[in-house]
């Protein structure tokens, strides 16, 4: 979860990131100034600068702090080794040369790290320009502080990684030592660390540092003092271990539940290209169905592979042991096919990363192309047991990978290909990728529910329902988890709920699917209305391990701005910016204008990219209605409300009707002799398309008739506001979506008002008992009914609330925003009724503080006709 404390409006991006970090220090510094004198020292000091930068710039390292010794980051430990030796060796000349004898200590460790870059006013008062934090950092300083001069101590995790890559330090490799110094404990740090030595012999004291107060070596237990009964029970222990493993072996490999697994790239020896990206998705395909192991992503692969500079580089086994190592996988599983004797054979190497070694090695045989998924299944089921599966387990999982995907392997590389594609936002080319997917196996159902996602992107409610229904009508072909993926997808038009409830099972059964706690989020917004509730099932998302992180970083803004949190939305934007979020910035955009930020929310809203889809490409313009009259702009926005009005039915149906209902909203407020002639067109039309509508479009349907009877009501037209009521009353979206439920709460709320039964709208809108939180202009109504009620002190609260959830007003989902500009309209006009309210409650502080703000927010408001037809002529 994002920090609840509101961050300074100007304060700098956090930035998560893992870092080898170095920190050294020149070792007898002030014994050197006094026998040099200060004149030779700084001479020698400039010397020492250069030579210092230019180790750091051929290493690639980002120089962070010299002030008081040399604290610097490195994408990759051996970067940060390789300067490291370049920099003994060069203190070494540069002592030679004045005569004096010049060593640094150095300690080297990998870990996250927090960087900021402070603002330039902050760096001119003395400030670094790149602060750092993180527990990485300590831990570097407590192995330089142990370190004897001229010696460098690298923890476990650097020295492993680095003694890995060794071979890039070139012909210095062959020259280097490699020691092993044992654990030492470090004062106010409860656990151990294992402490490796690097050096070059000549320069570096290769042997242990010596024990001090702040940190010693821990003796072995057969250097302590003896005690006779716990060297028998040891010597028991020993040998009954013997004797146990000589009758049983166990893997050779400490591998817990759910614990992590980086899988290699396909080592192909048969020479069909058709292998190499079909049998890399199967693999992934099958291992996910257990429940036992986690994998590491492709994606989480691809962008550790970013971080080491290494992008595009195949995964082999190397590289496979590196990143396991890296994010702290506790296996690495290397595939492998060949044709042997006329057969195919799948092998499945099972390897320990942090010895590098092989624990096992298991096989599968087929004959022939059609052969090689049956040998996968073979060699998957042996590995999943020397993971320390239950045989139980695997038998209820393990679905064969014919049947779990598909049996043709040109089919099975176009869905790679596809699923590929739409992760790099190709939509067009994901489509036809996956298309030719289900022509070459017309059951192929994973296909069939990709594709019917990406249909559900374009706001194509029956392309959905159509591909979801050959998804299910194949769901045979699915494995147990895309199966439940699959079953909440075919229950998002029954409401949140049912939905909702499902994700909660996929979570449950496989904690590492993320796509789980994700949607739970998505739909929680966007069907339920469950902020709160949503911000708390998609914790589990924002991990490390999660490639996706960014996306749920990006979704935790909305939740918290729809919460009316835009501090710590505005926190968490940045986090996912940080993280390389892709696709669009509305949101983020609209937590800066619900602040009246609207230069930074522009440039923001700029610096989204495509997704490749039409629809969100549109949905995008929406913040030129809404920036436009949230500034008091409103003829601007009307102009292009009409344009967006005009354009939409080359997109979608859904965004034409959307960006028409848009438009009769904004109409109300300043009716022209044409509205109620298109008001009731309109109302007509969509009630008209419940019948024959998807499932998928209903839930929307049912809120535009239900919004444009609440316009009617206003102008008057209680017959049909009435009608609207009738037309949806028979569906059941209309109580199944929390956005309806309230929509038709707000309407008959408005027959209510406009009757002049106040009392009586108050108790409409008191009465719900949806779960989640109300639409915003329930909030609106709530107000209104209560000051015609004569109760300003409770009118002026809810007035105070709009004030306070601008966020809200622009996130609220509703039917695709279909309310945002009326929200963006009440949320200022909300402003003038607090000054009026407060006026008559005797509170003039707040009633000027409420005015001034109103007229800052909309300059002309004293000539705009919705100010006059709202409040009247005062």
């Known amino acids: 979860m994002e920090s609840q404390h509101p961050s300074r409006p100007d304060a700098p991006a956090v930035r998560p990131m893992l870092r080898a970090v170095l920190v050294c220090d020149i070792a007898g510094s002030t014994a050197m100034v006094e026998r040099l004198g200060d004149a030779r020292t700084a001479a020698l000091m400039q010397r020492h600068d250069q030579l210092l930068l230019q180790a750091m710039k051929l290493c690639h390292g980002q120089l962070v702090d010299k002030a008081d010794g040399v604290l610097a980051l490195f994408e990759r430990p051996i970067q940060a080794l390789d300067f490291a030796l370049r920099y003994q060796r060069g203190l070494h000349e540069l002592g030679k040369s004045e005569g004096i004898e010049l060593r640094a200590r150095t300690g080297i460790h990998v870990g996250d790290v927090m960087t900021w870059a402070n603002h330039p006013r902050d760096v001119q008062a003395g400030a670094k320009a790149v602060e750092v934090e993180g527990l ?4 570097a300083a407590r192995l330089m502080n142990l370190a004897m001069p001229g010696q460098i101590l ?9 003694h890995r890559a060794a071979g890039e330090l070139g012909e210095r490799a062959g020259r280097m030592r490699w020691l092993v110094h044992g654990r030492y404990r470090f004062k106010g740090v409860p656990a151990p660390m294992l402490v490796h030595e690097v050096g070059e012999p000549g320069i570096a004291p290769l042997r242990a540092p010596d024990s001090g107060d702040k940190a010693w070596r821990e003796l072995p237990l057969w250097r302590r003092p003896p005690v006779i009964a716990a060297e028998a029970l040891l010597l028991l222990t020993l040998g009954a271990g013997l004797l146990w493993s000589t009758f049983r072996s166990e893997p050779a490999i400490a591998f817990a539940e ?10 192909n020896q048969t020479g069909e290209d058709l292998f190499d990206e079909s049998l890399d998705v199967a693999l992934r ?3 996910e169905q257990s429940r036992h192991v986690n994998l590491v992503s492709d994606l989480q692969i691809d962008r550790a592979l970013q971080r080491m500079q290494r992008s595009g580089q195949p995964v082999d086994r190397q590289l496979a042991v590196e990143l396991a190592l890296r994010e702290g996988a506790k296996a690495v599983i290397l595939p492998t096919v060949a044709e042997v004797g006329g057969r195919v054979r799948v092998g499945l190497e099972l390897i320990e990363p942090t010895s590098g070694t092989t624990v096992w090695s298991h096989y599968g045989e087929g004959k022939g192309r059609d052969g090689v998924l049956p040998a996968m299944d073979q060699a998957m089921a042996k590995t999943r047991e020397s993971l320390g599966e239950s045989v139980s387990s695997i038998s209820a999982t393990a679905k064969p990978l014919e049947e779990a995907t598909t049996g043709d392997l040109v089919a099975l590389r176009a869905f ?19 298309e030719e997917a289900v022509r070459r196996d017309p059951e192929f159902s994973m296909a069939y529910l990709r594709m019917a996602f990406l249909r559900y992107s374009d706001n194509d409610g029956k392309g959905m329902e159509h591909y979801l229904g050959l998804a299910q009508k194949y769901r045979s072909h699915l494995s147990e988890r895309e199966a439940l993926f699959l079953d909440a997808a075919a229950r998002v038009p029954e409401g949140p709920d049912p939905t909702l409830r499902r994700l909660r099972v996929l979570s449950a059964m496989y904690p590492d699917e993320y796509r789980a706690y994700y949607n739970y989020a998505y739909f929680g917004w966007t069907g339920g209305q469950r902020y709160r509730e949503s911000l708390e099932q998609l914790a589990p998302a924002v991990t490390v391990q999660n490639p996706g992180r960014a996306s749920a970083a990006y979704l935790q803004g909305v939740l918290h701005l729809a919460l009316g949190e835009p501090d710590i939305a505005l926190a968490a934007f940045e986090r996912a910016e940080s993280l390389g979020v892709g696709g669009d910035r509305r949101a983020y955009a609209e937590a800066l204008a619900s602040l009246r930020r609207y230069d930074e929310a522009k440039k923001i809203l700029a610096s989204g990219t495509d997704t490749g889809s039409a629809a969100v490409s549109f949905e995008q313009r929406l913040p030129a209605i809404s920036f436009a009259l949230d500034q008091g ?13 005009e354009q939409a039915p080359d997109v979608s149906a859904i965004n034409s009707w959307v960006a028409q209902g848009q438009l009769l909203g904004l109409r109300s407020y300043v009716p022209d002799g044409g509205l109620e002639a298109d008001l009731e067109t ?5 009630a008209g398309m419940l019948a024959d509508g998807s499932r998928f479009d209903r839930r929307h349907l049912v809120f535009h008739v239900l919004a444009a009877g609440w316009i009617a009501a206003v102008q008057g037209r209680d017959d049909l506001a009435h009608a609207a009521l009738d037309a949806v009353d028979s569906y059941p979206e209309l109580t199944g979506f929390p956005a309806n439920a309230d929509m038709a709460r707000v309407l008959r709320a408005e027959l209510a008002l406009q009757a002049g039964e106040a009392d009586k709208a108050v108790e409409i809108l008191s009465s719900r008992n949806a779960v989640g939180e109300e639409l915003y202009l329930a909030h609106v109504l709530r107000m209104r009914a209560l000051e015609a009620s004569g109760d300003p002190a409770g009118a002026l609260a809810q007035a105070e609330w709009l004030r306070s959830h601008r966020g809200l007003a622009y996130v609220e989902f509703n039917s695709l925003n279909i309310l945002q500009p009326v929200n963006i309209v009440e949320s200022n006009l909300a402003l003038g009724a607090a000054a009026r309210l407060a006026t008559q409650l005797g509170r003039k502080e707040l009633a000027a503080a409420r005015q001034a703000e109103f007229d800052s927010a909309w300059p002309g408001q004293k000539n705009m006709d919705v100010v006059a037809r709202r409040f009247g002529a005062d």
């Open 258 to 267: 759910r614990d992590w697994v980086v899988v290699a790239d396909v080592q």
């Open 136 to 139: 990485a950092k300590p831990v």
């Open 416 to 434: 790679s290909l596809g699923v590929k594609a739409r992760y790099e936002s190709r939509y067009e080319e994901a489509w036809d990728l996956f």
């Open 154 to 162: 690298m923890s476990g995790m650097a020295q492993n990684l680095s």
């Open 682 to 686: 309109y109302l007509r039309a969509q």
């Open 285 to 287: 395909i099958g291992l």
């Open 633 to 645: 702009q409103w003829d601007q926005a009307i102009g292009e409300a009409r344009r967006q009005a």
